[in-house]
């Protein structure tokens, strides 16, 4: 239950930080989500720095990883967590998972927005 907690405390930060640079970031003119795209790229260094850093020191306990890294960067971008389980596939030489993965995530994730809004219409 408080792996919960450390989570859900994390993910709301995140989340609403997310929300906040969207707003400032976002191009309402031309559409163009700058905001969305500095979070996935910010997300991606953060998670990289929080894991990097507790697999160098070991100083960083599960219940600070839970908030930091599955709470905090989760809640701010999912990206920064599926950008981390590739380079975990790459460091390890897995290329036909990384492959795999990757384009999946993508090909999945597109036909499954359409697929959403097909529905809904």
Do not use: Q
């Amino acid at each position: 239950m408080k792996n919960l907690l450390f989570v859900f405390i994390g993910g709301g930060f995140g989340s609403v930080l997310r929300y906040c640079i969207s707003k400032w970031l976002n191009n309402t003119e031309t559409g163009i989500p700058y905001g969305t795209f500095a979070v996935n790229i910010l997300g991606s260094f953060l998670i990289g720095l929080i894991l990097g850093y507790a697999a160098k020191t070991d100083t960083i306990s599960d219940n600070h990883t839970l908030l930091l890294a599955t709470g905090f960067c989760g809640g701010f971008t999912t990206f920064s967590t599926f950008a981390y389980e590739n380079h975990v596939f790459l460091k390890s030489g897995d290329f036909s998972s990384f492959a795999f993965y990757t384009i999946a995530s993508f090909a999945i994730g597109f036909l499954a927005v359409f697929a959403g809004v097909y529905v809904i219409k």
